[in-house]
Antibody, heavy 117, light 106 residues
């Protein structure tokens, strides 16, 4: 069974940093591209970042470019999102999602990030 | 950037109704469109990919159509489990979601 479990969310002050993790199991992690998607409270879905199966290629939404860094450790079946210079508008539930044929076929349960003083 | 616009934003319907949601892309995305269902407090689930291909395990009452810039998601006979928010997503150029359509009980 495919499982994606996010962790690392919490309360952080504006300008602060946070590192999210996503633990994958039930599939060959190194064979799949991965993405992060976020959802602000009461709002819609926003794509955040992509990483190729090897980790060599990454993409970011303009809203996070230069502040967030996606990475993966295929030996540990783990995906990460390093978030720096956090802003109030980054407050959201962050989901990791497995990518198959460019669509997001499995999602984690999400982890809440709150940016507030 | 490609913008995705869904209509309506909210839809009130009864069990057994045929429901149609429209999604428009700001430019031609061929058939690179997916539909997701999200229930309150839960992660989204993929329903349809490549505009009209049903993901394995998704009930056949869900169907998708369209190409280019205009797409539809149809639920042929609304069931109690279908009351949720639905999102379209383009993947022709990176990824963009529509703003969502909430299907609520009439």
């Amino acid at each position: 069974e495919v499982q994606l479990v996010e962790s690392g969310g919490g309360l952080v002050q504006p300008g602060g940093s946070l590192r999210l993790s996503c633990a994958a199991s039930g599939f060959t992690f190194s064979s799949y591209e991965m993405n992060w998607v976020r959802q602000a409270p009461g709002k819609g879905l926003e794509w955040v970042s992509y990483i190729s199966s090897s980790g060599m290629t990454t993409h970011y939404a303009d809203s996070v470019k230069g502040r967030f860094t996606i990475s993966r450790d295929n030996a540990k079946n783990s995906l990460s999102l390093q978030m720096n210079s956090l802003r109030a508008e980054d407050t959201a539930v962050y989901y990791c999602a497995r990518t198959s044929e460019m669509t997001f076929d499995y999602w984690g349960q999400g982890t809440l990030v709150t940016v507030s003083s | 950037d490609i913008q995705m616009t869904q209509s309506p934003s909210t839809l009130s319907a009864s069990v057994g109704d045929r429901v149609t949601i429209t999604c428009r892309a700001s430019q031609n995305i061929s058939k690179w469109l997916a539909w997701y269902q999200q229930k309150l407090g839960r992660a989204p689930k993929l329903l349809i990919y490549r505009a009209s291909s049903l993901k394995s395990g998704v009930p056949s009452r869900f169907s998708g159509s369209g190409s280019g810039t205009e797409f539809t998601l149809t639920i042929s006979s609304l069931q109690p489990d279908d009351f949720a928010t639905y999102y379209c997503q383009q993947y022709n150029s990176l990824w963009t979601f529509g703003q969502g359509t909430k299907v609520e009980i009439k």
